[in-house]
Each structure stands twice: as structure tokens, then as C-alpha cells.
């Protein structure tokens, strides 16, 4: 089994997956992020996830990334 460098740390809709990226590019971490549902609509499949998407981050970088995610979600919820 192989070790991942990347974890993934958010998992949502499109609008925030677009802010949580653009504030860690702002602070030089350069985000992967996945859409099953758009992968799967190119491939000519139905999906039932359309609008969410996965954030992975390098583990090297996880520590400053929960700090914004966990900032952005603290301003959500209030």
C-alpha cells in the first residue's frame, strides 16, 4: 500500500471550494481539486454529486490549510 502526499481536507460545493482556493493560493499552497461529478458527466455517466468538489492539499501544507478552512467555516456558522 502507498502513502499519499495529499490529504484531502474539504469536501463541498463549488462556491466554497472556489474561496477556500483562491485564499490558499493567496498564501502560496496550491490546492488539487477533484470533481468526481464532472468526471463522470465527461464520461457520458449520470451523476448524482454535480456542484461538489474535493480539496487535497500536500501534507507538508496541511497545517496552515485547516487554519483557513477552519476560519472560513467558524465565519459560515456564525
Not at 2 to 9: F, H, I
Not at 39 to 47: D, K, T
Amino acid at each position: 500500500m502507498s502513502v499519499s502526499e495529499y490529504t484531502k481536507v474539504f469536501s463541498g460545493n463549488i462556491f466554497l471550494v472556489t474561496r477556500i482556493k483562491a485564499e490558499l493560493e493567496a498564501i502560496g499552497i496550491v490546492p488539487v481539486i477533484k470533481d468526481e461529478g464532472e468526471s463522470q458527466r465527461l464520461a457520458g455517466y449520470a451523476s448524482m454529486n454535480q456542484g461538489y468538489q474535493d480539496v487535497y492539499v500536500n501534507n507538508e501544507e496541511l497545517e496552515k490549510t485547516m487554519e483557513i478552512i477552519n476560519r472560513i467555516n467558524d465565519e459560515i456558522s456564525s
